[in-house]
T-cell receptor, first 119, second 118 residues
Framework: AQKITQTQPGMFVQEKEAVTLDCTYDTSDPSYGLFWYKQPSSGEMIFLIYQGSYDQQNATEGRYSLNFQKARKSANLVISASQLGDSAMYFCAMREGRPFSGGYNKLIFGAGTRLAVHP | GAVVSQHPSRVICKSGTSVKIECRSLDFQATTMFWYRQFPKQSLMLMATSNEGSKATYEQGVEKDKFLINHASLTLSTLTVTSAHPEDSSFYIC??????????????FGPGTRLTVL
């Protein structure tokens, strides 16, 4: 079974509108972390936002927020006020386990969602 | 944030030759680095975990004799693609663990190396 599922291969959004990118995950480990990365056409991976499994509040970083619904095992990324520069691939990733445990810090990536922002 | 560099950024080689890719953490020490490969329009697939001073841990299905990893210092890991073939053509990305502004250990990614094997 896939551990990270991104069901939207591609998304379109109008500039200045908000957009939600979906991510669901599967783990039996009570301790995990969820990440979102942006990959523009240049190929670099840019860290956007992090949510820990024990965090009580949804993470926010500027125009990025993470809609964390633990019971549903979903961690959707919300980008508010989209900009043309937001056009890129977006990857959801999960890290399982506790610090110093075997395999900690290994990231498992979803298939990605390509976001296109239209003027 | 922490900076990770990769060299070269792009390499074209003939089939059968070996190619070495360097990954450096520029302003921090990284005991653990990771190597990924990414085919066009696909996700990142973890190849191996590189630990300073010890043997790399390879993911299932990755040939360790094909993809040699050496993590000789706290700031340098190298990936050597031995006897490269056209099917090895891919985007190779390294990452290193460091402390980010988010307060958690993050993976900081290098800019990637695009390998084309003719």
């Amino acid at each position: 079974a896939q551990k990270i599922t991104q069901t939207q291969p591609g998304m379109f959004v109008q500039e200045k509108e908000a957009v939600t990118l979906d991510c669901t995950y599967d783990t039996s480990d009570p301790s995990y972390g969820l990440f979102w990365y942006k990959q523009p056409s240049s190929g670099e991976m840019i860290f956007l936002i992090y949510q820990g499994s024990y965090d009580q509040q949804n993470a926010t970083e500027g125009r990025y927020s993470l809609n964390f619904q633990k019971a549903r095992k979903s961690a959707n990324l919300v980008i508010s006020a989209s900009q043309l520069g937001d056009s890129a691939m977006y990857f959801c990733a999960m890290r399982e386990g506790r610090p110093f445990s075997g395999g900690y810090n290994k990231l498992i990536f979803g298939a990605g969602t390509r976001l296109a922002v239209h003027p | 944030g922490a900076v990770v560099s990769q060299h070269p950024s792009r390499v074209i080689c003939k089939s059968g030759t070996s190619v070495k890719i360097e990954c450096r953490s520029l302003d921090f020490q990284a005991t653990t680095m990771f190597w990924y490969r990414q085919f066009p329009k696909q996700s990142l697939m973890l190849m191996a975990t590189s630990n300073e001073g010890s043997k790399a841990t390879y993911e299932q299905g990755v040939e360790k004799d094909k993809f040699l990893i050496n993590h000789a210092s706290l700031t340098l890991s190298t990936l050597t693609v031995t006897s490269a073939h056209p099917e090895d053509s891919s985007f190779y990305i390294c990452s290193a663990i460091g402390s980010g502004t988010s307060g958690i250990n993050e993976q900081f990614f290098g800019p990637g190396t695009r390998l084309t094997v003719l």
